[in-house]
């Protein structure tokens, strides 16, 4: 027992001493330190979703369903509070907008669990704007329509995992502090509707150098213990990376900034107990980089390698894949893990595609003003920097951003000092006054309009092009798609009106059968961290529109004579946050009618009312006076419908098993890093019977040689291993899957092997859970 305890004691020390050792380096890896004046608790969590049979929210392209994962999606939460005093919430998704129903329910759930600790007002949940995410989890009838309604599944695994994220960021609460920086990234989105830009005044594009936003904006959380425990960023450009024809679920280019941050930080935490030689910029090499590569002679692995045949399938439980996932292997459990969120803002005129917009058929630009080619929009296309390869499109942009964040990080030395607080309220923008200033120094009031979307929406972006006739630009509309909008709801003379010049495809804000196609209450709320003001928006602000509103803000708070708010403030803005309803342009933009201003909701003074409404939240804020709450939104989850069909039942041919290999590696099989696929398929099910949250469908594992174990080195959260998941017909019960791993250049030498994990159903609706493995491979 003695012998035992002096284990343990010897155990404990060397653990101390290595994070005690870790946490010193960080502490002086970049960044000034001084003593806090917050509790800061950040959390992540996965909401994934279904990664088969659900059409993907972005596009509203009806063919795009999702048939696997290329990497996963996550929640990612900060809380900042004030030791004794008021605390905010903050939630980034990989996903493609938040949802006002969703946000209503997480809400309930943090009542039930923590009182008024955590309401409407002091929490905002914000969208990344992967257009690669499952859909079917907003509660206005417009938004559901490619997927076939709502989509229960896709809802409960937002809500859930939003709420365990908060839970999570919660219980981690800890003294701590919290430093800004700011800088310029120039290679990340250029402005797709330049058009519409070049329509506001020359005055005022003149005091700005870029027709788009450059500026990303970063927060760097320090616990007081473990040093730095995460980061959030702003920085405004599209997740259409990836392509209106894609299938596999994807954070987009935000989403795989977000695994290189996090990776880069656990690499290096993990290097630092190996080697003097800690920081490096470098994109991460992956968990492989930490498992002792022994450079063995190529042959005695190759015989090794022959000694591991497939695996046939066979039952497994449920925890077995989250056991086997890669990053829980990799958790510490003493101390929180390094969280990192790139959130989007004013991204609505923003793309990705950096190449530019060029046609299809010619290769020449498409039309400056139209984006047509040859009077069409359907061939017209922006290209990534990968182009054609839009997966590696994604991979740069999610380089580009990670690399200035982590610059911006090891930099950061303003520490943000000051109150925590927050304002809220609920306005209806279907029916709001709006008081403008005249030339003449007088004012006029207008209003807003009940929603409605105009005939360019149907012509799509560049990012991703709609069908049939349509194109942006369209100021008068067309007389065949006016007969078909008229059998669903004519537009009144006051609606047309209200909305000139768009001309009207779908009266949105006046159809409400079976229930709301759109929404009119939107939720518009500030956070204050210190000298940091956080606009959450519920829409897609473009470049002008957002710097207005921005300034606007800024101008409101350094003009209220509140003496903290003498030095530096910062503003920026959350979009896609706590609901959604389209787009705001600015009043000019609107005037040009592309997808952006068509697809600006409530006329052309939406963007004023947004002003407006600003203006008295931040001005209650500074001066501590209460708003009023607003009308209520309304909760239409009971009386939502869906039609997508669900799993009856999951089967194999006669003799095999789920699990099964039906494409294994050859005998003798040797890669190359850096070079090579490794293609295996299995026996599956659907992957709608367990979502395996916090698990994985796929896993590559290295052969550890001494004593001859499997280790976990990529899963499907990583951005080189990709799910593939098909049924040879739509509604057939027998299923494969089929994994596929490009070997990176990082990949240590050795023995490997792939691992399907999945579920099944039978035909009563039992699950069972089943695992198979392929043959085993040589990687040099």
Same mark, same amino acid.
């Given at each position: 027992?003695?012998?035992?305890?002096?284990?343990?004691?010897?155990?404990?020390?060397?653990?101390?001493?290595?994070?005690?050792?870790?946490?010193?380096?960080?502490?002086?890896?970049?960044?000034?330190?001084?003593?806090?004046?917050?509790?800061?608790?950040?959390?992540?969590?996965?909401?994934?979703?279904?990664?088969?049979?659900?059409?993907?929210?972005?596009?509203?392209?009806?063919?795009?369903?999702?048939?696997?994962?290329?990497?996963?999606?996550?929640?990612?939460?900060?809380?900042?509070?004030?030791?004794?005093?008021?605390?905010?919430?903050?939630?980034?998704?990989?996903?493609?907008?938040?949802?006002?129903?969703?946000?209503?329910?997480?809400?309930?759930?943090?009542?039930?669990?923590?009182?008024?600790?955590?309401?409407?007002?002091?929490?905002?949940?914000?969208?990344?704007?992967?257009?690669?995410?499952?859909?079917?989890?907003?509660?206005?009838?417009?938004?559901?329509?490619?997927?076939?309604?709502?989509?229960?599944?896709?809802f409960d695994a937002l809500v859930d995992g939003i709420e365990n994220s908060i839970i999570q960021a919660h219980q981690n609460l800890r003294p701590g502090s919290i430093f800004i920086n700011n800088g310029e990234l120039l290679d990340a989105g250029v402005n797709r509707s330049p058009s519409a830009y070049l329509n506001n005044p020359s005055g005022e594009r003149s005091k700005h150098k870029y027709d788009v936003d450059k500026e990303m904006t970063l927060l760097k959380f320090v616990d007081d213990q473990w040093g730095p425990v995460g980061s959030f960023n702003w920085f405004a450009t599209h997740g259409t990376s990836m392509s209106r024809s894609n299938s596999l679920i994807s954070g987009d280019n935000k989403g795989a900034a977000s695994r290189f941050m996090e990776d880069w930080f656990e690499q290096n935490t993990v290097e630092r107990s190996h080697s003097?030689?800690?920081?490096?910029?470098?994109?991460?090499?992956?968990?492989?980089?930490?498992?002792?590569?022994?450079?063995?002679?190529?042959?005695?692995?190759?015989?090794?390698?022959?000694?591991?045949?497939?695996?046939?399938?066979?039952?497994?439980?449920? *925890?077995?894949?989250?056991?086997?996932?890669?990053?829980?292997?990799?958790?510490?459990?003493?101390?929180?893990?390094?969280?990192?969120?790139?959130?989007?803002?004013?991204?609505?005129?923003?793309?990705?595609?950096?190449?530019?917009?060029?046609?299809?058929?010619?290769?020449?630009?498409?039309?400056?003003?139209?984006?047509?080619?040859?009077?069409?929009?359907?061939?017209?296309?922006?290209?990534?920097?990968?182009?054609?390869?839009?997966?590696?499109?994604?991979? *740069? *942009?999610?380089?580009?951003?990670?690399?200035?964040?982590?610059?911006?990080?090891?930099?950061?030395?303003?520490?943000?000092?000051?109150?925590?607080?927050?304002?809220?309220?609920?306005?209806?923008?279907?029916?709001?006054?709006?008081?403008?200033?005249?030339?003449?120094?007088?004012?006029?009031?207008?209003?807003?309009?009940?929603?409605?979307?105009?005939?360019?929406?149907?012509?799509?972006?560049?990012?991703?092009?709609?069908?049939?006739?349509?194109?942006?630009?369209?100021?008068?509309?067309?007389?065949?798609?006016?007969?078909?909008?008229?059998?669903?709801?004519?537009?009144?003379?006051?609606? *047309?009106?209200?909305?000139?010049?768009?001309?009207?495809?779908?009266?949105?804000?006046?159809?409400?059968?079976?229930?709301?196609?759109?929404?009119?209450?939107?939720?518009?709320?500030?956070?204050?961290?210190?000298?940091?003001?956080?606009?959450?928006?519920?829409?897609?602000?473009?470049?002008?529109?957002?710097?207005?509103?921005?300034?606007?803000?800024?101008?409101?708070?350094?003009?209220?004579?509140?003496?903290?708010?003498?030095?530096?403030?910062?503003?920026?803005?959350?979009?896609?946050?706590?609901?959604?309803?389209?787009?705001?342009?600015?009043?000019?933009?609107?005037?040009?009618?592309?997808?952006?201003?068509?697809?600006?909701?409530?006329?052309?003074?939406?963007?004023?009312?947004?002003?407006?409404?600003?203006?008295?939240?931040?001005?209650?804020?500074?001066?501590?006076?209460?708003?009023?709450?607003?009308?209520?939104?309304?909760?239409?989850?009971?009386?939502?419908?869906?039609?997508?069909?669900?799993?009856?039942?999951?089967?194999?041919?006669?003799?095999?098993?789920?699990?099964?290999?039906?494409?294994?590696?050859?005998?003798?099989?040797?890669?190359?890093?850096?070079?090579?696929?490794?293609?295996?398929?299995?026996?599956?099910?659907?992957?709608?019977?367990?979502?395996?949250?916090?698990?994985?469908?796929?896993?590559?594992?290295?052969?550890?040689?001494?004593?001859?174990?499997?280790?976990?080195?990529?899963?499907?959260?990583?951005?080189?291993?990709?799910?593939?998941?098909?049924?040879?017909?739509?509604?057939?019960?027998?299923?494969?899957?089929?994994?596929?791993?490009?070997?990176?250049?990082?990949?240590?030498?050795?023995?490997?092997?792939?691992?399907?994990?999945?579920?099944?159903?039978?035909?009563?609706?039992?699950?069972?859970?089943?695992?198979?493995?392929?043959?085993?491979?040589?990687?040099?």
């Amino acid at each position: 027992m003695m012998e035992l305890s002096l284990v343990r004691l010897w155990s404990t020390c060397f653990r101390s001493f290595f994070y005690i050792s870790t946490v010193l380096f960080l502490l002086t890896a970049g960044g000034v330190y001084s003593h806090s004046e917050y509790l800061i608790g950040l959390g992540s969590y996965d909401i994934t979703g279904p990664a088969a049979d659900v059409n993907m929210m972005g596009y509203a392209n009806m063919e795009q369903v999702a048939s696997g994962i290329h990497f996963r999606l996550r929640a990612r939460t900060f809380i900042v509070s004030e030791p004794e005093g008021k605390r905010v919430v903050f939630v980034n998704l990989d996903a493609c907008m938040a949802s006002q129903i969703v946000t209503l329910k997480v809400i309930e759930r943090l009542k039930a669990r923590y009182g008024d600790l955590y309401t409407e007002k002091n929490v905002g949940i914000s969208g990344i704007h992967t257009h690669a995410g499952p859909g079917g989890y907003l509660q206005y009838v417009i938004y559901i329509v490619t997927s076939l309604g709502f989509v229960r599944q896709s809802f409960d695994a937002l809500v859930d995992g939003i709420e365990n994220s908060i839970i999570q960021a919660h219980q981690n609460l800890r003294p701590g502090s919290i430093f800004i920086n700011n800088g310029e990234l120039l290679d990340a989105g250029v402005n797709r509707s330049p058009s519409a830009y070049l329509n506001n005044p020359s005055g005022e594009r003149s005091k700005h150098k870029y027709d788009v936003d450059k500026e990303m904006t970063l927060l760097k959380f320090v616990d007081d213990q473990w040093g730095p425990v995460g980061s959030f960023n702003w920085f405004a450009t599209h997740g259409t990376s990836m392509s209106r024809s894609n299938s596999l679920i994807s954070g987009d280019n935000k989403g795989a900034a977000s695994r290189f941050m996090e990776d880069w930080f656990e690499q290096n935490t993990v290097e630092r107990s190996h080697s003097e030689d800690f920081i490096s910029d470098e994109i991460p090499r992956r968990v492989s980089s930490i498992i002792e590569n022994h450079q063995d002679n190529h042959q005695e692995l190759l015989e090794l390698a022959s000694y591991f045949e497939s695996q046939p399938g066979k039952p497994a439980t449920r *925890i077995s894949s989250s056991a086997r996932r890669v990053r829980s292997a990799l958790r510490k459990a003493d101390r929180p893990g390094f969280v990192s969120a790139f959130c989007q803002t004013n991204c609505g005129d923003v793309s990705p595609n950096v190449l530019g917009a060029f046609c299809l058929d010619t290769g020449l630009p498409c039309d400056f003003n139209h984006s047509t080619c040859g009077g069409k929009n359907e061939m017209c296309y922006g290209r990534g920097p990968g182009y054609p390869d839009e997966f590696e499109s994604t991979r *740069i *942009i999610g380089e580009r951003q990670f690399k200035m964040a982590l610059e911006l990080f090891n930099k950061a030395s303003e520490q943000l000092q000051g109150k925590v607080d927050y304002r809220h309220v609920y306005v209806d923008f279907s029916q709001l006054n709006v008081t403008l200033p005249k030339k003449d120094g007088k004012s006029e009031v207008v209003k807003t309009c009940p929603a409605a979307m105009g005939f360019a929406f149907a012509a799509g972006t560049t990012d991703g092009p709609g069908a049939f006739d349509f194109t942006q630009g369209d100021d008068k509309g067309n007389p065949f798609w006016r007969l078909v909008r008229n059998v669903l709801k004519t537009p009144n003379k006051k609606q *047309i009106d209200c909305h000139y010049p768009k001309p009207i495809l779908l009266d949105t804000g006046e159809m409400t059968k079976p229930y709301d196609w759109a929404p009119s209450i939107l939720s518009l709320q500030i956070l204050r961290i210190g000298q940091l003001f956080i606009l959450s928006v519920p829409g897609e602000f473009t470049t002008m529109a957002g710097r207005r509103l921005r300034d606007a803000v800024k101008t409101q708070l350094k003009n209220s004579g509140n003496k903290d708010l003498s030095g530096e403030i910062h503003v920026v803005i959350a979009g896609l946050a706590n609901g959604y309803s389209q787009y705001v342009t600015t009043f000019e933009e609107y005037q040009v009618q592309r997808y952006e201003g068509a697809s600006t909701l409530y006329g052309p003074h939406t963007l004023s009312g947004y002003i407006q409404e600003f203006k008295k939240l931040s001005k209650s804020l500074v001066l501590d006076m209460p708003v009023q709450p607003g009308p209520q939104p309304p909760d239409l989850l009971d009386k939502q419908l869906s039609f997508l069909t669900p799993v009856m039942m999951d089967t194999t041919p006669d003799g095999d098993s789920f699990g099964d290999v039906i494409s294994d590696v050859p005998k003798n099989f040797s890669v190359k890093r850096g070079n090579d696929q490794v293609t295996v398929v299995f026996r599956s099910a659907c992957p709608r019977n367990d979502l395996l949250t916090e698990g994985t469908f796929a896993l590559v594992e290295k052969l550890e040689q001494k004593d001859k174990t499997w280790t976990p080195v990529y899963d499907d959260d990583d951005l080189c291993l990709r799910f593939k998941w098909s049924r040879p017909k739509k509604l057939s019960s027998r299923s494969q899957a089929t994994v596929e791993w490009r070997i990176p250049e990082s990949a240590s030498p050795g023995v490997y092997r792939i691992t399907h994990f999945g579920a099944a159903k039978k035909l009563f609706g039992s699950v069972h859970h089943f695992t198979g493995s392929s043959g085993a491979f040589v990687v040099t």
